[in-house]
Structures are given as C-alpha cells and as structure tokens.
C-alpha cells in the first residue's frame, strides 16, 4: 500500500506551498513534488503602465522583501532610459541595499534557519521556534536582533519613505539625496552591524561547529547536491548584491559563463510542469534533464552559498577572512552542502554591514547631485541584483513613451525551485525508511528546505513567505494520519 | 475577564501587512498580553479546524489583509466573519483591492498565456499549463482555483471597519486596537483614519494651487523635483487631493508623490473621479481641445487615479473581460 506524506506550509486550506512526498510499497521514498499554489500575474498587469511606476508597483510581489524589487526595478530603468545614475546616487542604492540585507540575513538566522541549529534539529516543534532561541541565547540577544531590525529598517524608511515598499528609485537616480546628520547615523548603525554580525558568526561556531553531531549533519550526504551555481560578481569576480556581471561556475567550481544582464535569455530558460503554478529555470545550455544533478543538469543553485561559490571572494576584510575559513574548514570550492547557507549566509551579513560602513564613510555619498534626467527613447530594459534568497532579474519593453508593453520576472526563490524539490526528495530518501517517520526525521527533511530561506511570496509573486510549516502524514484514502507542524 | 479573542489571517497579500504587525516592535508585546490570537499563521501554529471548531460571533475581531483571487481565500474570509464579532479589512488590498487589483484590467487566460507560453525565458514546446488536477504515476497532485478578477473583502463578506494604507503605519494599527479594547469604536463602515485629505496636512499645501495653473503635465523621471514645492505645482500627478490622511505624507517625505494607498474619504466614492475633477479644476486653458490636448499627456490616467483602487472602483475592471 502507498502511503503520500504531505508537507503543507500551512494545511491544504490556508495553504500557500506545499511538498507531497510519496512513499512506495515498502514504504520508502518514491517521489517528491515541491508545488507552488498561486500566482498574481505581475508581468501582464504590469504591460500599459507607465516605466517609471514599476519600482513602485514591483515590490507588491513582496512585503518581505519590497526593498529588493524596488531596486531591481530602478536598475531596470537606467538600462530602459539609458541613463547613468551619478556616482552619489549608485552609492546611496547600494547603502539602502546594503542595510536591507544586514536586516534580512540575520533575522533568518535568529528567527527563522536558525532555530533547528540553536535549539536542535530534533527538538520538540513548540520550541523549535524564536521562543526556543530566545531562552538558549537569552533575551538580551533577542533584544540586540529587534533593535539591528529597527536601526536598518529607520535607514531605508530615511530613503524610501516607508521601508514596506519605498519609493525613492528613478532612471538614472534616486529622489533625495543624504545629510551629513544621517551619514553619521548610518555609519553608527553599520559599525553596530559589523559587531553583530561577528557576534553571529560566533554562536555559529560555538553551537554548530564545535558539535560533532551537526558537523555530521553539514557535511554529510543527506544535505548534498552537486550542481551548477550562479551569482553576482564585480569586476574583481567578489561577491557583489547590487551591481556587476552574472557568473556561473560548474559542479567542479570551472567557471562555465561569465554575462552581463542584457544577455541573461541566452543563460536561462524555464521548464513548466502541470503540477504547481511555478516555473523551473535551467541553464540553457546545459538543458533541462529533469530534476538530478551533475555537470549533465542544466539545474543551478544561487542565494548565499551559490554566491561565495561563484566569487573568488569577498570585497572587505572581516568577511573575506570568514570565507576563508568557510572553505578551509568544509574542504574547498565549490561546497556542495546545502546546510552551508546557513553559514554562507551569515558571511554575506558581515560583508553587507562592512560595505555599508566603507559606503556611509564615503564622503562623496553626500553630494546633493544625485540624478540625471533621461533623454533617450526608452525601449528595453533589464536590471538585475543579488536579493537575499538569490539573483532577481526584471525585464520590461516599452514603447517610446516609455509604457510597458512587456514584463518579464525571474524571481529569487524560483532559481532554487528545482533544486530545493531535489533537495527535499534526497533528504526524505535518507531519512525516512520502511515507513518509519518520526517527527524529528520530518524536521531534517524540512531543514533541507528552510536552508534556502524560500519565499513564497516571490515564488509565486503572491503570498507571504515566512509561513510556519505543517507536514500531514496520508494515508493512501488521503485522510490525515498525523499532523506535524513548525513555526 | 477572559481575553477577547483575535485572529489575524491573510488572502492576496504580499506579506507586507504582516511585517507592518512585526514592525509594531515592543508594542507587539502589549497587544500579544491583552488579546488571546486564535489564528494568526505567519507567526502562531494554529489551524482552521480550530476556527471551525468555535462558537459563531466568539472571536472578537478578525483582522483580514490581501484581496481575494482564489476560492480558498473567499472560503477562510466567510468562515472568519461568521465567527467573528468585528472583521476589520487590513491594508489597502483588503479594502480598495490594492496594486494587485491592476490585475482587473486582465484575466485569468492572458496571464496564463504569457506567463507560461509567450514569456521569453519560458521554453515549453508541449505547451503546459498548470491544472488543478494531474495524475503522475504515483498519485494525483491538485492547485486551487484561480479567480478570473480580484475582489476586495467586502465584496465577498460584510466589513466593519477598515485600516487603511500599504501597509498600514504602526499607530494607526495601535490606535485601532486600542478603541476595539476599550469599545470605543466610530460607526460601522468607517475608515479608521482621519477623515481629510491628504493635501490638508502636507507640508507642500502652501504652494498646492487652488485655481488654474498647470498648462503642462510632466512624469516624475522627466524633471527634477523640486523639494518643497507641491507636486500638481510643479506639473506632477499627485494623488494627494483625492486620499484620505492619515500615512505621515510618507511618499511626500521621499520626495515623490502620493499614488493613493489611503484611498479616499467617506465623502467621496470613487477615488480616481475624484481626481479628475480635483485636477480638471486646475488645469489652465481656454478650451475644450487645450484642456484634452493636457490631459491626454497624462501617461496611463486609469493605471495612475486607481493604483490602489480599481476592484473598488465604479470602474471595477475592464468590462471585455
Ligand atoms: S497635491 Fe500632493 S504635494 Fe500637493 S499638497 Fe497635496 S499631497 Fe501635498
Ligand atoms: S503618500 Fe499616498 S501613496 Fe504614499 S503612503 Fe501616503 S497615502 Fe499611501
């Protein structure tokens, strides 16, 4: 008898993503599908708008990360409106950017990754969650995060106007320029920033490192995949979220293209199944496989671990000593452990609250030249950037009024969508045997999932992403054995 | 006394209002101490059976955000109001239909289409398309269905009150709860916002026209923007007018102009009309042709007066769809 286990993040009712694991007669794991339940339709309600509206209609794909969309969509438009923002302006994005992703990446550890280290992969549920880190690192800390979130998001709500979706980008700039009063601020925050992020880096050596069980769990088979990886890197080939040439390197670390964003359709192509509303992109040159791994697979990986794999480093000192140690200690490039986004994250936190310092401390930051009016014909344009759970690229035409005609939108979490589903189904096949499914084991299947940090609210351009997960255990009549869930 | 009991629950949104809750930072921790949350999915474990399972009317007030696409979010919202005494529409999804209610000027089909067939990145020879039913050899996998329109909340379930904005700010949100705490609630149907408009507490009023000047109307990446000046002074379309208070001028304060999140105030019905008349007012020309030949120059006007508001329009979506 065949038995389907379905990990529903929140039920079939409320739920906005889930994972359906079938198991065969034996009971072990046949087959797994990650499905995608909606979609909003962004690229086709976005065709008679006017350009310069995108960067204000784009974040509304996500309250979690507006600020990311935001910027993508600007970007977009200096390619559009062939325009070149001033040196000021390019800082000033990059510096909101920067806060943005400090922000982001360190509440996914706290709140969100986190937990299955700093409580432990098979700790009840009920304390698998921010109250459970809160009472083994202690409120103080809890308190540190909350204030860190509040510093960074003042900074983009200084720029934006709101930090839940800003408004500040322009082709070619952006609405205001900075004083000094808040350059000052923001370099305070920054160095805050910098201190927290070590901090981080710490407690993850203190409780995932120095414990032979979880170094166990990062290096081991269960949590592997070799595939390609693509990323962000600047003229130096360093880790780069805001700006630079897209590269990919192959399961053995060879770099395999190295492209500017204009020619991102020659790279990527996306695969429809019938099953879930979201797409699979794939190397195109490699070709679409299915969902396996191997120079042979067009399927690649991007968000933080894909990042450092593709980059020869990373551009500030703290963290580029941190990305050392990373590969030093995991065996060199590329690290193929999925559980490593975890670590690869935080690096990325350290390096993000280091370049917003190198950045508050330019003093150039504050010239009050910070756009450049356009004066060509638009007619296409693409933008795109390292958002916290990957590369995002947005693609619009126009025509010479510059109203959109099309829109084209490759979103973070969907670069992983292959993978995490291969991710999932590698983890259960380790895992789960003879049908034996405790709830423990269930966790580490969902951890295999959570080190990616998926968003469905990009995903699918519609809902929220941080959604607690719940995992029912079917009966081949369908009925719900067993409810497991997460936070 | 028991704690009344709250539920916070969310259709077609972003997640933004749910960060906009996260943002209420240590107030949170008053709200958590005074109300029990009987259903509050992106931050507690609890389930709709346990919604089910509950008396009609005994959740106090239930806080919906996003607008509603699918038939499983037009299913949760019926199930919250006929448990709930108080169902505030949370956000400018929830109330106008919100960006996403651009989407009325499409379809189902046409997104499918594009998104699946004709999109340039997608390469997909056999033409598939997601189904809500698809056998593959283990087993069937099921999606639910997808609305051809967006509706707002209160065109599926009766709506009490509404706090407005995308996302709300955190001190309009206190302030609701604190007036469904203490029973100290305006009448139904109300916005809970001030009732005025935006351009009444903009900092820029003093130079907002009040007859006609504009004999020009320029986007906002064609001129520099001058930061004092009200924007329909410099020629720049700012919805201002025509939504109600209440952000802080958050746009306004980025120097950029208002786009009409708050929607608009109880005198009005339709915000995008409202607009109209408010800018028609000042346009200055001598004739009918030169008063067309301006406003024709505005890009987009139907995107632009209803950014937030097109389900909640008279307009509604276009009607060849
Ligand atoms: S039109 Fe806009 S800028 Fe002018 S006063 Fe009103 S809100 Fe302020
Ligand atoms: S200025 Fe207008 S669009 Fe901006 S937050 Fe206020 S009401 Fe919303």
Redesign the pocket.
């Known amino acids: 008898m065949s038995k389907r286990i379905t990990i529903d993040p929140i039920t079939r009712l409320e739920g906005h993503g889930k994972i359906e694991i079938f198991l065969d007669d034996r009971g072990d794991v046949d087959k797994v599908y990650f499905q995608v339940p909606e979609l909003r339709g962004f690229e086709i309600f976005s065709v008679g708008r006017p350009a310069e509206e995108m960067p204000r209609i784009t974040p509304k794909i996500c309250g979690v990360c507006p600020t990311t969309h935001h910027i993508c969509s600007t970007k977009a438009l200096d390619d559009l409106f062939k325009v070149e923002p001033p040196p000021a302006a390019k800082k000033l994005r990059e510096l909101m950017y920067s806060a943005f992703m400090l922000e982001d990446h360190t509440l996914h550890f706290f709140f969100l990754g986190g937990p299955d280290f700093v409580v432990g992969p098979s700790a009840p549920p009920a304390e698998r969650n921010i109250l459970g880190v809160i009472a083994k690192v202690g409120l103080e800390i809890a308190g540190k995060v909350i204030k860190l979130r509040k510093e960074c998001r003042d900074i983009i709500t200084l720029f934006g ?2 930090v839940i979706h800003p ?1 500040c980008g322009l082709p070619g700039g952006i609405s205001k320029p900075l004083t000094e009063d808040d350059r000052q601020r923001i370099a305070e925050v920054a160095k805050g920033g910098i201190e927290f992020a070590r901090f981080a880096l710490q407690i993850f050596d203190d409780v995932v490192l120095k414990n032979k069980e979880y170094v166990a769990l990062v290096t081991g088979d269960i949590y592997r995949h070799e595939t390609y990886y693509m990323g962000m890197v600047d003229k130096n080939n360093k880790v780069n979220f805001y700006d630079g040439d897209i590269r990919i390197v192959t399961p053995e670390g060879k770099e395999f293209a190295k492209f500017k964003p204009r020619e991102y359709l020659s790279h990527i192509a996306e695969r429809v199944e019938p099953w879930t509303y979201v797409k699979f992109p794939y190397l195109r040159k490699v070709g679409w496989k299915g969902f396996s791994e191997g120079i042979e697979s067009g399927v690649y990986r991007v968000a933080p671990l894909a990042r450092l794999n593709v980059s020869d480093g990373m551009a500030t000192p703290l963290a580029q000593a941190e990305y050392e140690r990373m590969y030093e200690t995991l065996g060199g490039k590329p690290v193929h452990n999925t559980l490593a986004f975890h670590w690869a994250r935080l690096i990325e936190a350290l390096y993000a609250a280091e370049r917003m310092h190198e950045l508050a401390q330019d003093r150039e930051i504050t010239d009050p030249h910070v756009r450049n009016i356009p004066t060509s014909t638009p007619q296409e344009g693409i933008g795109i950037v390292e958002a916290p759970r990957g590369t995002l690229i947005h693609h619009y035409k126009t025509d010479r009024h510059g109203i959109i005609t099309e829109a084209n939108l490759i979103v973070a979490t969907v670069n992983n969508a292959a993978a995490i589903c291969m991710s999932i189904e590698k983890a259960a096949k380790g895992l789960i045997r003879g049908g034996k499914v405790s709830d423990g084991l269930l966790n580490m299947v969902e951890m295999a999932f959570r080190a990616y940090d998926p968003c469905f609210a990009c995903a699918t351009h519609s809902l929220t992403g941080r959604t607690p997960l719940s995992v029912n255990i079917r009966d081949s009549g369908g009925s719900i054995i067993r409810t497991i869930t997460r936070q | 006394m028991a704690k009344p009991k709250v539920a916070f629950y969310w259709c077609a949104s972003c997640g933004g209002c749910e960060e906009a809750v996260v943002d209420l930072a240590e107030n949170i921790l008053k709200v958590v101490e005074a109300v029990e949350f009987v259903l509050w999915p992106v931050a507690m474990d609890f389930k709709i059976k346990d919604v089910e399972a509950l008396q009609d009317g005994e959740i106090a007030v239930s806080f919906i955000n996003g607008g509603i696409r699918t038939g499983e979010q037009e299913h949760v919202a019926k199930l919250l109001r006929k448990k709930s005494g108080l169902v505030v529409a949370f956000g400018a999804c929830a109330h106008l239909g919100g960006v996403p209610g651009l989407a009325n000027f499409s379809n189902r089909d046409r997104i499918f289409d594009y998104v699946y067939h004709k999109s340039p990145s997608v390469d997909n020879p056999e033409r598939i398309v997601p189904q809500e039913k698809t056998v593959v050899r283990e087993g069937e996998l099921t999606l639910p269905e997808f609305y051809n329109t967006v509706h707002t909340l209160d065109q599926v379930i009766d709506v009490d009150y509404y706090l407005p ?2 996302a709300p700010p955190p001190d309009l949100i206190m302030n609701a709860v604190e007036a469904i705490l203490t029973g100290n609630l305006p009448e139904k149907g109300a916005v809970l916002s001030p009732d005025k408009s ?1 351009c009444d507490t903009c900092k820029r009023k003093v130079t907002k026209p009040e007859k006609t000047v504009i004999r020009e109307i320029k986007r906002v990446h064609e001129v520099m923007l001058d930061p004092e000046k009200c924007f329909l002074d410099q020629g720049i379309i700012c ?2 007018p025509a ?1 109600r208070d209440g ?1 802080g ?4 304060n980025a120097n950029m102009p ?5 929607g608009p105030t109880s005198r009005v019905d339709d915000q995008g009309a409202k607009f109209l008349s408010a800018l028609a007012s000042i346009i200055d020309a001598d004739s009918e042709d030169a008063i067309n030949k301006i406003t024709d120059s505005i890009a987009d006007p139907a995107g632009i007066f209803y950014f937030y508001s097109l389900p909640a329009s008279m307009l509604k979506r276009r009607l060849d769809i």
Request: aromatic share 6%; net charge positive.
């Open positions: 106007g709101r408004v | 904005g995308c935006l919805v201002g939504t952000c001028e958050r746009c306004i208002c786009r009409g999140c708050f």
